[in-house]
C-alpha cells in the first residue's frame, strides 16, 4: 500500500476484523478479476471500494458473500474461514451478511411484503406472523409501509432499491454488502436511496459499498479503498484520498469523474450551499 | 342432397358420452403429464450426466415420433414382446402421457432456464438453498411465464385424444365413426363430430389466446 497506513485510527479496528479478505485471486478463464487483493472490514465501519469498472470491487463482493469460489488466499469472515464450493459454509456466511445488488433482483411475483419476509419466514423458519411483522417494520424504517401490499414492479428503481435493503436487514445482518446499488437508478432517486444508507451508517451497521457515488464514499465511508486492474493501488481515510492522495492513477481515475481534488473540496466546504447539493441530505426518505 | 339429421339426434347420448370421454382422457393425461414433465425437465437440467441423458433421450424420442406410432407401439409391442398387457384405456393413456410430459418437460426447462441469474443470487444470498430458490423464487416465475405455452399444449392435447380412437377407446371420435358406419350418414354424422369438437375446443383457443395477453409482461 502505499503512504502511511494509520491503522490505529480505524473505526473498530481495535477488535479483530469481522471480515479480513487474505490475499485472494478470482480469475474467469484468463481473465484475472482479482489479483492478491487484501482489505480488512472492522465490526462499525463503513468501507468504500471506488475504482474504474471492471477493476474488480463487484467481483471481490461477491467472492466475500460466497457466490463465488476462490482461485487463491482466503476470506474470515467471523473468524472463520468461507469456502464457496460447500454449500453449508456458504449459507451459513449468506444468512449474517446482506447483499443489495446494482439491479435490485426483487422477487416479481411476490408483494413487497412477502419479498421481505422471505427470507426469515424460509431461512430463518419464522412463523409467518413473526416474519411479517419483522417485515412491516423494516419497510416503515425504509419509509415504504404503504407499498406492502404492491408487487415490486409498481414502485419506482429507489423505492426497489429501499425494499431490497429491507430484504437484505430482515436477516439481521451482521455485515451488509452493496454492490453498486445506486447505479442502475434514475438520477432523481439516486438520493433517497443514498439517504436510506447512511441512516443505517448512523446505526452502526458494517457496510462495504461498491460506489461511483464520490461524495457518498468521502462523507459516508470510514475507510475509501482504491481499485484498478484486479488490484487494491491505495487505501485509507476519505481525506487522504480524496484530498492528499499521492498516487498518480488515484488521481486520474478521480479526475475522470469530474473530482478535482482539494480544489474543489476546499470550495465545497466554505459554500454554505453545499448541503443542497448533496443529495444525501435531502429529506426524501419518506417522500 | 338428401339429409336426414334424425340419426345425430337419436345418437345424442352416444355422442355425449364419447365426449366426456375425450375431456376425461385430456384432463387425465394432462395431470400425470404436469408432473412428468418436470421431472424430465428437473432430470434435464441435472448437472449429472446420468441423470440428464436418460431423460434427454426418453423427450427427444417421444419429441420427433409421431403419436399414432407411440399408441400402436404400446398397443402391440409391448403385449407381444414384453408380456405386459395394458387395458385400452391404459395404454391410451401411455401413450399419451410419454407424449405431453415430454412436450411440458421442454416447455417448463425454457421457463426454468428463462429466470436471470440475478434471482438465484439474490435468492441465495438470504440464505437460502438451491432447492428453496427453485421451489420459491424460480419456479413459480417460470411456471407463470410458461402459462400459455402450457395451455395450447392442451388445446392440442384435446384434438390428438382422438388418435386414441384407433385402438377403440370410445372417445369422441371413435364414437362418431362408428355411428357413420351404422349409419352410413357420412355427411350428417362428421358435421355433428365437427361441430362437438368446435363447440369444446374453441372456447379452449378463447382461453388460451386471453393467457397469451394476460402474461404477456414476464415482469
Not at chain 1, 47 to 61: N, R, Y
Not at chain 1, 210 to 227: I, Q
Not at chain 2, 136 to 147: C, D, G, K, S, Y
Not at chain 2, 164 to 190: G, H, N, P, Q
Request: some cysteine; charged content about 20%; overall charge neutral.
Amino acid at each position: 500500500m502505499t503512504g502511511p497506513e494509520p491503522k490505529q485510527r480505524r473505526v473498530g479496528g481495535a477488535s479483530a476484523p469481522i471480515l479480513a479478505i487474505e490475499r485472494i485471486t478470482k480469475r474467469y478463464g484468463t481473465l484475472t478479476a482479482l489479483e492478491d487483493v487484501s482489505l480488512t472490514v472492522n465490526r462499525g465501519e463503513v468501507v468504500c471500494l471506488i475504482g474504474p469498472s471492471g477493476s474488480g470491487k463487484s467481483t471481490l463482493l461477491r467472492c466475500a458473500n460466497a457466490l463465488e469460489t476462490l482461485d487463491g488466499g482466503r476470506i474470515l469472515f467471523e473468524g472463520r474461514e468461507v469456502h464457496a464450493s460447500d454449500p453449508k459454509s456458504a449459507r451459513a456466511v449468506r444468512q449474517r451478511m446482506g447483499m443489495v445488488f446494482q439491479n435490485f433482483e426483487l422477487f416479481p411475483h411476490l408483494t413487497v411484503l412477502r419479498n421481505v419476509a422471505i427470507g426469515p419466514a424460509t431461512v430463518l423458519r419464522l412463523d409467518r406472523g413473526a416474519a411479517e411483522r419483522r417485515a412491516r417494520a423494516l419497510l416503515a424504517k425504509v419509509g415504504l409501509s404503504d407499498k406492502a401490499a404492491a408487487h415490486p414492479a409498481a414502485l419506482s428503481g429507489g423505492q426497489q432499491q429501499r425494499v431490497a435493503i429491507a430484504r437484505a436487514l430482515a436477516m439481521e445482518p451482521a455485515l451488509m454488502l452493496f454492490d453498486e446499488p445506486t447505479s442502475a437508478l434514475d438520477p432523481e432517486t439516486v438520493g433517497e436511496v443514498l439517504s436510506v444508507m447512511k441512516a443505517l451508517a448512523d446505526e452502526g451497521m458494517t457496510m462495504v459499498v461498491v460506489t461511483h457515488e464520490m461524495d457518498f464514499a468521502r462523507r459516508v465511508g470510514d475507510w475509501v479503498v482504491v481499485f484498478d486492474k484486479g488490484r487494491v493501488i491505495e487505501e485509507g481515510p476519505p481525506k487522504q484520498i480524496f484530498e492528499t492522495t499521492t498516487v498518480a492513477r488515484t488521481r486520474e481515475f478521480l479526475s475522470h469523474l469530474g473530482w478535482h481534488g482539494e480544489s474543489t473540496l476546499d470550495t465545497a466546504a466554505s459554500s454554505s450551499s453545499e448541503a443542497a447539493q448533496h443529495p444525501i441530505d435531502k429529506e426524501e426518505v419518506d417522500r | 342432397m338428401n339429409l336426414d339429421w334424425s340419426v345425430v339426434w337419436n345418437n345424442l347420448p352416444r355422442f355425449w358420452d364419447g365426449a366426456l370421454m375425450t375431456i376425461w382422457l385430456s384432463i387425465a393425461t394432462m395431470v400425470l403429464a404436469i408432473p412428468g414433465g418436470l421431472i424430465l425437465a428437473f432430470m434435464r437440467l441435472s448437472r449429472m450426466r446420468l441423470v440428464a441423458k436418460p431423460a434427454t433421450a426418453f423427450v427427444e424420442f417421444f419429441r420427433a415420433t409421431p403419436l399414432i406410432l407411440q399408441i400402436y407401439w404400446v398397443y402391440y409391442v409391448l403385449p407381444a414382446y414384453f408380456d405386459v398387457q395394458l387395458s385400452q384405456m391404459a395404454t391410451a393413456i401411455l401413450g399419451l402421457v410419454c407424449n405431453i410430459s415430454s412436450f411440458n418437460s421442454e416447455t417448463f426447462r425454457a421457463g426454468i432456464i428463462s429466470i436471470r441469474l440475478g434471482q438465484w443470487n439474490a435468492g441465495r444470498a438470504i440464505g437460502m438453498t438451491d432447492a428453496q430458490v427453485m421451489g420459491r423464487i424460480v419456479l413459480p416465475q417460470a411456471l407463470m411465464r410458461v402459462l400459455p405455452a402450457l395451455a395450447s399444449t392442451w388445446v392440442s392435447l384435446f384434438k390428438d385424444t382422438s388418435l386414441v380412437s384407433i385402438i377403440s377407446v370410445a372417445d369422441l371420435s371413435y364414437v362418431s365413426l362408428k355411428i357413420r358406419t351404422e349409419s352410413f350418414r357420412i355427411f350428417e354424422v362428421l358435421t355433428a363430430m365437427a361441430a362437438i369438437y368446435w363447440l369444446m375446443g374453441y372456447p379452449q383457443a378463447k382461453l388460451v389466446d386471453w393467457l397469451h395477453r394476460r402474461y404477456k409482461v414476464a415482469e
